[in-house]
């Protein structure tokens, strides 16, 4: 592939500046994706993509619910809808309850049909200020309205809206929810484990509870939701067979990432003093050890998005893949890793180059992928099947 390789010459380039000057000492050998072969591209197979709605605006996610639904929130309306038979219906006009403002909105959405309860990341005004956070919903039993609503986690920094993740995932295995959250443009939040922001968190999907075994529940000055740290917008969770968790975020202006989560990581995203973007997105200089992308762009980002892994036999060759959505890239890339996390192919269907720009990527029970765009107006959602 060619991106590391761009990212490999980039880091020597920046490694032997570094040197050369004398500021830093050599990092250690880089253990990432341009270190390795070149992946090679696999054949896509062929795509069906049919439009399931349209006529939204700025669809941040979409979910499945009971009965053929899917649930879309849109950021900037802060509208949840519900589809069904090509025809939507709106679930909830959270206008009055979302604070609105640049890349935040009403982001993320998580459903439990089972237990009829709706999850929903999403900006706030309270009495000190505005803030991300998460609140959940019943449902009643035909899917037409909302009520109880609980805020489950709040307190995610926000600033002018920059930055304001937010990405939530239904752990398989437990009662936890995992929460991909923004660093809201401030350098210092990503490596305090004091601040929400810039962070992975493992909550209670209930309670908002720290989950048992989290890493730093015993840390002095350390939030107890906190999962992995050191990310600078994170806009995508998936959870592979195997039961690890992947993160996708948004680069600087190179290296847009996919991340391979261990409980406690140091993911390197550091943009201090003030909010220094022209740091590395996983620098090794900083102390401990940080965990290099098992996917990285390189320069230029394509500011990748919603991710989900691809199951079914039917996907051929992209079989076991994780689907990442690209918004910049206007793109669905298709990537292998193997059982350790090392990348071995890259795959970009020419068919979902077509779509404009991507936000999310959510694998369908039948196994097709749903997508929504991003292009402002006229966006829609689609669903993806092999032929
Ligand atoms: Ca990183
Ligand atoms: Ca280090």
């Given amino acids: 592939m060619r991106q590391p390789l761009r990212s490999t010459r980039w880091s020597l380039s920046v490694a032997l500046a570094a040197l050369v000057a004398g500021l830093v000492t050599l990092p250690p050998p880089a253990t990432g994706a341009g270190e ?3 992946p090679r591209d696999e054949r896509a197979p062929q795509l069906r993509v049919r439009t399931v709605v349209r006529g939204l605006q700025h669809p941040w996610d979409v ?10 929130s849109e950021r900037d309306r802060a509208r949840l809808s519900v589809v069904r038979k090509g025809k939507r219906r709106t679930l909830a006009d959270l206008s009055t309850q979302v604070w609105v403002s640049g890349e935040t909105g009403l982001l993320s959405i998580a459903v439990d049909a089972g237990s009829r309860t709706l999850w929903a990341c999403h900006g706030a005004s309270t009495r000190r200020g505005t803030e991300v956070r998460v609140t959940r919903w019943r449902v009643d039993p035909r899917w037409r309205r909302l009520s109880q609503p609980r ?6 920094p926000a600033t002018s809206g920059r930055h304001g993740g937010c990405r939530l995932l239904l752990d398989r295995d437990s009662d936890a929810l995992f929460v991909g959250t923004g660093d809201a443009a401030v350098g210092t939040n990503p490596r305090s484990l004091d601040s929400l922001g810039g962070k992975v968190l493992r909550v209670h999907r209930r309670t908002g509870a720290p989950m048992p075994g989290n890493p730093f529940a015993d840390a002095s000055g350390a939030r107890p939701l906190v999962w992995t740290y050191g990310h600078r917008n994170v806009q995508g969770l998936a959870q592979r067979d195997d039961g690890t968790l992947w993160s996708v975020e948004h680069g600087s ?21 003030g909010y220094d973007e022209t740091v590395p997105m996983t620098d090794q200089s900083l102390p401990g050890q940080q965990q290099e992308a098992a996917w990285s762009s390189g320069t230029p980002t394509i500011a990748t998005s919603g991710a989900a892994w691809v199951r079914g036999s039917q996907w051929g060759p992209l079989e076991g893949t994780l689907a990442v959505a690209a918004l910049k890239g206007s793109a669905v890339l298709f990537l292998r890793f ?4 090392r990348l071995t192919s890259v795959t ?35 669903r993806v099947s092999p032929r």
Avoid: K, M
Avoid at 151 to 156: A, K, Q, R
Avoid at 253 to 273: H, M
Avoid at 338 to 341: I, K, N, T
Avoid at 357 to 381: E, F
């Fill in 338 to 341: 193997d059982a350790a996390g």
């Fill in 36 to 38: 390795r072969a070149a």
């Fill in 348 to 382: 970009r269907p020419p068919r979902l180059q077509r779509l404009g720009r991507l936000r999310s990527v959510t694998a369908a029970r039948d196994g097709d992928l749903l997508l929504t765009t991003d292009n402002g107006a006229r966006d829609r959602v689609v």
């Fill in 63 to 72: 979910q499945q619910g009971p009965g053929g639904r899917l649930l879309v």
């Fill in 253 to 273: 202006d190179r290296d847009d990432e996919v991340n391979l989560l261990v409980p406690g990581g140091d993911y390197g995203w550091n943009p201090v003093p």
């Fill in 151 to 156: 805020l489950v986690v709040g307190d995610f």
